[in-house]
C-alpha cells in the first residue's frame, strides 16, 4: 500500500516519469506476450519431435537396413547369374533395375517434399489468420493502456482505421502466399513425369525379368528391396527433421525477450532513483529498488512442484532449500539455469502441470518496484511515528496536482501534541492556501492554531451526554473561530453555544488552544 502511493505520488509530480512509466507497461506487456508466444512455439516443436521420435523406432536401425538391402540385392544378383540372360542383356537388366531404383527415390522425395509444402502453406494460412485477427484487439488494448482516457469516437474511429489496414494486409498476405507457393504446381507436374518415367521402365523390365529363373523369388526379393529402400529412405527423412526440429529449439530465442522485460524494470528503477527531491516538499527523497513478489511466485510456480527433492537441488541458486532467491545481479543466470532444469526434466512436477505451464509460470512477469521515501537521511520505515505521519500527510496531499478540495480523517492519530503544534500546523497553514483542506479531527490545536476558517460541529441527539438536539437527530452548527452568534434561548446544544465553546468543551485542550493563538495574535478573549 505505500509503495503504491509513493508511485502514485511520483506519477502525479513528474511527468517525465509518467511517461516512461506508461511507455514501460506497454513494452513489458508486449514481452510477456512475446515470452508466452515463443514457449507455446517451443512446446509445439518438442511435441513435434516427441512424435517423429516415435515414428522413427518403427523403423529400426539405419544400420540394419542398410546391411538388409546389401544382403538382398546380393540374392537378386545371384538369380540373374542362374537366369537366361545374356551378358549384353544382364547389363541392359541391371541398367534398368538401377534407374528404376533411383526413380523410385526421387518420386518419394518429390512427394514427400510436395506434401511439406502444403503443410507449409496450410500451416502459414492458418497462423496469418490468427495473426491478423488478434492485431485489431491487441492495437485497442495497447492504445486503452497508454491512454485510459481516450474517447470512444477517437476508439471507434481508430478502430476502423486499424480494420482497413489489417483488410489491406490479409488480401496481399493472400496474393503473395498463392504466388510464393505457385513452385508446388511445377513440382507436381514434375512428380507426375517421374512417376511416368517409372511406369516405363517397369514395361522394360518385364521382358527381361521372365528370361530369370525362379521368377517368383526374384519379385519377392525385388519387392522386398524396394520396400527396404523406401524405408531407409524414410529413415533418411525423419533424421533430417529430427536434426532441424533439435536445431530450431533454440532457448535463447525465449530468454531474450525475458532478458529484455527484465533490465526494463531495471530502466525504471534507475529512472526513479534520479529523481531526487519530490517538488513542494520538505525534502522528501524518494528511491526505489527491484524486487520479487515471492507470494505470487510460490503460487503460480512452486505450489506445482514436487518438493520431496528440495528446489535447490532440483533447480540450483534460483533456490535455498525450497525457497526462491532474488539476486537482481545473478537472476538472469539463475532463471536460465531453472529452465534448463525445466526443459531437461530434471525437476518433478505435479500431475496436471506439464512442461509448457512449467515455463510459462517460471517466466512470469512477478516483478515489483519497491519505493523508499527519506527526509533528512531517515527511512519512512524507521521514522518515528510523529515524523512519518507529516511525511505520510505531505504524500497524500500530492497525489493530485489539483487544487480539489481534499478530506482527511484524523491526521493526528499516532502523532503527540507538541509534534501536531510544531509541525503538522505550520504544514497545514501552508498547504491551505494551495487547496481547500477538509479535516475530521479531536484535536484542538487542529482546528485552532491552524486558523481554521470554518468550523462544522456536529452532534447525535438522544445521547445523554450530547445534549438535545432542536428537531433532528443529527445536527450540525458551522462558522469561524471569530464568529460569536449564538442563541441563548435555545433548546439545542449547539445553538445555544458559539463556535469557540464548542471547541473548548468537545475538542481536548481546547481553552489552552485559544490561549496560544489569543496570545500569538495579540487577541482579546470574548
Given at each position: 500500500?505505500?509503495?503504491?502511493?509513493?508511485?502514485?505520488t511520483?506519477?502525479?509530480?513528474?511527468?517525465?516519469?509518467?511517461?516512461?512509466?506508461?511507455?514501460?507497461?506497454?513494452?513489458?506487456?508486449?514481452?510477456?506476450?512475446?515470452?508466452?508466444?515463443?514457449?507455446?512455439?517451443y512446446?509445439?516443436?518438442?511435441?513435434?519431435?516427441?512424435?517423429?521420435?516415435?515414428?522413427?523406432?518403427?523403423?529400426?536401425?539405419?544400420?540394419?537396413?542398410?546391411?538388409?538391402?546389401?544382403?538382398?540385392?546380393k540374392?537378386?544378383?545371384?538369380?540373374?547369374?542362374?537366369?537366361?540372360?545374356?551378358?549384353?542383356?544382364?547389363?541392359?537388366?541391371?541398367?534398368?533395375?538401377?534407374?528404376?531404383?533411383?526413380?523410385?527415390?526421387?518420386?518419394?522425395?518429390?512427394?514427400?517434399?510436395?506434401?511439406?509444402?502444403?503443410?507449409?502453406?496450410?500451416?502459414?494460412?492458418a497462423?496469418?489468420?490468427?495473426?491478423?485477427?488478434?492485431?485489431?484487439?491487441?492495437?485497442?488494448?495497447?492504445?486503452?493502456?497508454?491512454?485510459?482516457?481516450?474517447?470512444?469516437?477517437?476508439?471507434?474511429?481508430?478502430?476502423?482505421?486499424?480494420?482497413?489496414?489489417?483488410?489491406?494486409?490479409?488480401?496481399?498476405?493472400?496474393?503473395?502466399?498463392?504466388?510464393?507457393?505457385?513452385?508446388?504446381?511445377?513440382?507436381?507436374?514434375?512428380?507426375?513425369?517421374?512417376?511416368?518415367?517409372?511406369?516405363?521402365?517397369?514395361?522394360?523390365?518385364?521382358?527381361?525379368?521372365?528370361?530369370?529363373?525362379?521368377?517368383?523369388?526374384?519379385?519377392?526379393?525385388?519387392?522386398?528391396?524396394?520396400d527396404?529402400?523406401?524405408?531407409?529412405?524414410?529413415?533418411?527423412?525423419?533424421?533430417?527433421?529430427?536434426?532441424q526440429?533439435?536445431?530450431?529449439?533454440?532457448?535463447?530465442?525465449?530468454?531474450?525477450?525475458?532478458?529484455?522485460?527484465?533490465?526494463?524494470?531495471?530502466?525504471?528503477?534507475?529512472?526513479?532513483?534520479?529523481?531526487?527531491?519530490?517538488?513542494?516538499?520538505?525534502?522528501?527523497?524518494?528511491?526505489?529498488?527491484?524486487?520479487?513478489?515471492?507470494?505470487?511466485?510460490?503460487?503460480?510456480?512452486?505450489k506445482?512442484?514436487?518438493?520431496?527433492?528440495?528446489?535447490?537441488?532440483?533447480?540450483?541458486?534460483?533456490?535455498?532449500?525450497?525457497?526462491?532467491?532474488?539476486?537482481?545481479?545473478?537472476?538472469?543466470?539463475?532463471?536460465?539455469?531453472?529452465?534448463?532444469?525445466?526443459?531437461?526434466?530434471?525437476?518433478?512436477l505435479?500431475?496436471?502441470?506439464?512442461?509448457?505451464?512449467?515455463?510459462k509460470?517460471?517466466?512470469?512477469?512477478?516483478?515489483?518496484?519497491?519505493?523508499?521515501?527519506?527526509?533528512?537521511?531517515?527511512?519512512?520505515?524507521?521514522?518515528?511515528?510523529?515524523?512519518?505521519?507529516?511525511?505520510?500527510?505531505?504524500?497524500?496531499?500530492?497525489?493530485?496536482?489539483?487544487?480539489d478540495?481534499?478530506?482527511?480523517?484524523?491526521?493526528?492519530?499516532?502523532?503527540?501534541?507538541?509534534?501536531?503544534?510544531?509541525?503538522?500546523?505550520?504544514?497545514?497553514?501552508?498547504?491551505?492556501?494551495?487547496?481547500?483542506?477538509?479535516?475530521?479531527?479531536?484535536?484542538?490545536?487542529?482546528?485552532?492554531?491552524?486558523?481554521?476558517?470554518?468550523?462544522?460541529?456536529?452532534?447525535?441527539?438522544?445521547?445523554?451526554?450530547?445534549?438535545?438536539?432542536?428537531?433532528?437527530?443529527?445536527?450540525?452548527?458551522?462558522?469561524?473561530?471569530?464568529?460569536?452568534?449564538?442563541?441563548?434561548?435555545?433548546?439545542?446544544?449547539?445553538?445555544?453555544k458559539?463556535?469557540?465553546?464548542?471547541?473548548?468543551?468537545?475538542?481536548?485542550?481546547?481553552?489552552?488552544?485559544?490561549?496560544?493563538?489569543?496570545?500569538?495574535?495579540?487577541l482579546?478573549?470574548?
Amino acid at each position: 500500500e505505500l509503495d503504491r502511493l509513493i508511485e502514485r505520488t511520483i506519477i502525479e509530480n513528474y511527468e517525465e516519469f509518467r511517461s516512461v512509466r506508461e511507455n514501460l507497461n506497454c513494452e513489458i506487456s508486449e514481452l510477456t506476450q512475446k515470452i508466452n508466444t515463443f514457449i507455446g512455439e517451443y512446446a509445439s516443436r518438442e511435441s513435434d519431435l516427441r512424435t517423429i521420435k516415435e515414428k522413427r523406432k518403427e523403423f529400426g536401425d539405419k544400420d540394419a537396413v542398410e546391411k538388409s538391402i546389401s544382403d538382398i540385392e546380393k540374392q537378386l544378383e545371384e538369380l540373374r547369374q542362374t537366369s537366361e540372360l545374356s551378358d549384353e542383356e544382364t547389363g541392359m537388366y541391371e541398367d534398368l533395375v538401377t534407374r528404376r531404383r533411383e526413380l523410385s527415390g526421387e518420386v518419394e522425395i518429390r512427394s514427400q517434399r510436395i506434401r511439406a509444402f502444403r503443410v507449409a502453406r496450410d500451416k502459414l494460412e492458418a497462423e496469418l489468420r490468427l495473426f491478423l485477427d488478434s492485431v485489431a484487439k491487441r492495437v485497442k488494448d495497447h492504445v486503452l493502456q497508454a491512454h485510459p482516457r481516450v474517447d470512444t469516437e477517437t476508439l471507434a474511429d481508430i478502430e476502423k482505421t486499424v480494420e482497413e489496414v489489417i483488410g489491406a494486409v490479409r488480401s496481399k498476405a493472400n496474393e503473395h502466399t498463392s504466388l510464393c507457393f505457385d513452385v508446388m504446381a511445377m513440382e507436381t507436374e514434375e512428380l507426375r513425369q517421374l512417376i511416368g518415367e517409372a511406369k516405363d521402365l517397369e514395361e522394360q523390365c518385364k521382358p527381361f525379368e521372365e528370361k530369370i529363373r525362379n521368377k517368383e523369388l526374384y519379385e519377392r526379393l525385388e519387392s522386398k528391396r524396394q520396400d527396404e529402400a523406401q524405408k531407409l529412405q524414410q529413415i533418411g527423412v525423419m533424421d533430417a527433421q529430427i536434426v532441424q526440429i533439435r536445431h530450431s529449439l533454440d532457448v535463447g530465442r525465449i530468454l531474450e525477450p525475458f532478458a529484455q522485460r527484465y533490465h526494463l524494470y531495471r530502466q525504471l528503477v534507475s529512472q526513479v532513483n534520479t529523481l531526487g527531491e519530490i517538488p513542494n516538499t520538505d525534502g522528501l527523497q524518494v528511491s526505489a529498488k527491484l524486487d520479487l513478489d515471492y507470494e505470487r511466485f510460490e503460487t503460480a510456480f512452486c505450489k506445482n512442484l514436487d518438493k520431496r527433492t528440495t528446489l535447490e537441488t532440483q533447480f540450483g541458486k534460483l533456490f535455498v532449500g525450497n525457497q526462491v532467491v532474488f539476486d537482481e545481479n545473478d537472476h538472469l543466470d539463475q532463471v536460465a539455469e531453472a529452465l534448463s532444469c525445466v526443459i531437461n526434466a530434471r525437476v518433478k512436477l505435479k500431475a496436471g502441470f506439464d512442461t509448457e505451464s512449467a515455463m510459462k509460470a517460471l517466466l512470469g512477469d512477478y516483478y515489483v518496484v519497491s519505493y523508499d521515501v527519506t527526509q533528512d537521511g531517515d527511512d519512512i520505515l524507521n521514522m518515528s511515528p510523529g515524523k512519518l505521519g507529516i511525511v505520510l500527510f505531505q504524500l497524500f496531499l500530492h497525489l493530485s496536482n489539483s487544487k480539489d478540495p481534499i478530506l482527511i480523517d484524523q491526521p493526528e492519530d499516532n502523532l503527540d501534541n507538541r509534534t501536531i503544534y510544531q509541525e503538522l500546523n505550520d504544514f497545514i497553514r501552508q498547504k491551505k492556501v494551495e487547496r481547500q483542506l477538509i479535516l475530521v479531527t479531536h484535536n484542538a490545536n487542529l482546528v485552532v492554531s491552524t486558523d481554521s476558517e470554518n468550523v462544522i460541529v456536529a452532534n447525535q441527539g438522544g445521547r445523554e451526554k450530547s445534549g438535545a438536539n432542536e428537531a433532528c437527530r443529527f445536527e450540525y452548527v458551522t462558522g469561524a473561530l471569530e464568529c460569536l452568534s449564538m442563541d441563548a434561548k435555545s433548546l439545542g446544544v449547539l445553538q445555544s453555544k458559539r463556535i469557540r465553546d464548542h471547541v473548548c468543551e468537545i475538542l481536548e485542550g481546547g481553552k489552552e488552544a485559544f490561549e496560544r493563538r489569543e496570545s500569538k495574535y495579540g487577541l482579546s478573549r470574548g
